[in-house]
């Protein structure tokens, strides 16, 4: 009789070790999900701007408007992008905005020093991207230079681009230029890393750089108050945080910046493709430091300003590899795998999870260039699958977040340990649920229950981006190999939910 309980002892300790469970608080949302958590990043880098978005007025083979790619911009409205920062980046600090504007055939010409020494045109400018951001329906956020510019020359791109018609020469130099009326740009960033390409500034000197800067960043229309985001940290750099938290007057900012990149090694990165499970383990690691990240330097901010009216914007992430064998090394061009898919997805719950500080990110960046949601080559066109993620996470823009408690099982690698389960839950609009769920396991499985707390539903449905191989992706001969499938796997028993995820995948559910 003994023998027999300690059997069936063991066989329950190693069946609970099995099943990951999650609560799920469906009666405790309080704070909303800020779409622009869902935010992207577009640099003069490689071919992110010229031959992704932008490819000329005279084109006459690929379907544009003036200029911009309507593909592009069809698929892109999929995904509801909700804010695109630009032009950069390292770019942004020797970005001279003067130069973009007015007729193209008296833009001067720059190289680009920090990638890849290309000519710069300047065709593609401020007019360009901002009437690009309207056909897009995404807001603009314009990152000033402060590494090589002057807060004369960003005073003036504030008023030239949102001050009222007539009220200054700026606005007569807009209307001179075909824009009589000014564009909606509310977000505003002072400098991009600072701590780096950005001035190699230590940050007691980058906080008065900072302060004289947005002294001088007027918009009068208080309706309409810009956004100040000051460049942040990067990645454990709290001493940044710290100081700009403790140096910087509140009425003078609205939102540090932090920067994390997934990297296995900055000397040897590996194949965006051609990767083995330890280079997948180290990846994912990377990424989901991204919790302790935020969770880190929110607890800074909290001891300066506890009602968390300061936020935090995580202007860059992704994953960064080697660029695709035979492509210059200096545009950053990268596939994307099911690696990525799993990165995004387990990123971005971590970013609900943490909505009451963080208000936006910028996945770097938007097409061509490191984690791109879409890669271009001539008239051809593909959708990554962390595209596919990010569309079918767009569910959670501007819903509540319910929260969750996850108890996860653990991916095992040798010696080391990775939490199996990411998860994230919202109610919308319309009353319906939605939980993104992630497997970061390579090999494994995992059985999820999920018990629900505070609300009864009726129905579940899903859906599920997931492959054989996690080394899997689209290509611009196989461009449909991922795709997300309806996912029938969920089972709704009462105030229960079970489910099996698959190794490297990403499934999203809706309940009603
Ligand atoms: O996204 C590529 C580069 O990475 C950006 O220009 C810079 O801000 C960061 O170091």
Redesign the pocket.
Known sequence: MKKIFVLVSLFCVNNLSAQNTIVLNADKGKDIINKNIYGH?A?H?GHCIYGGFYIGDSNKTIPHKDGVRLDVIEALKKLKVPVLRWP?????DTYHWKDGVGPKKERPSMLNV??GNVKEDNSFGTNEFLNMCELLGAEPYLSGNVGSGTPQELSDWIKYTTHPNGSSPMTDFRQKNGRPNPWHVKYWGLG??AW???GNMKVEYYANVYRQYATFMTNWNNSDRIYRIASGA?DADYHWTEVLMKELPAGMFDALGL?H?SVINWSKKGSATNFSEEEYFTTMKRALQMEELVTRHSAIMDKYDPQKKKHLAVD?W?G?YDVEPGTNGAF?FQQNTMRDAVLAGATLNIFNNHCDRVKMANL??IIN??QAVILTKEEKLVLTPTYHVMEMYNVHQDATMLPVEVTSNKYILGKDTLTTIWASASKDKNGATHISLVNADAKQAQNVSININGASYKTVSGRILTSDKMQNYNSFENPNKIAPASYGGAQLNGSKLSLNIPPFSVVVLELK
């Not at 950069?88 to 942004?92: E, I, L, N, P, V």
């Open positions: 990043f640099e880098l950069g980046g390292c770019f942004a920090w990638w991009n890393e780096g390409c950005g990067s920067h990149y860059e992704g960064w950053l770097a960046q260039v490191l």
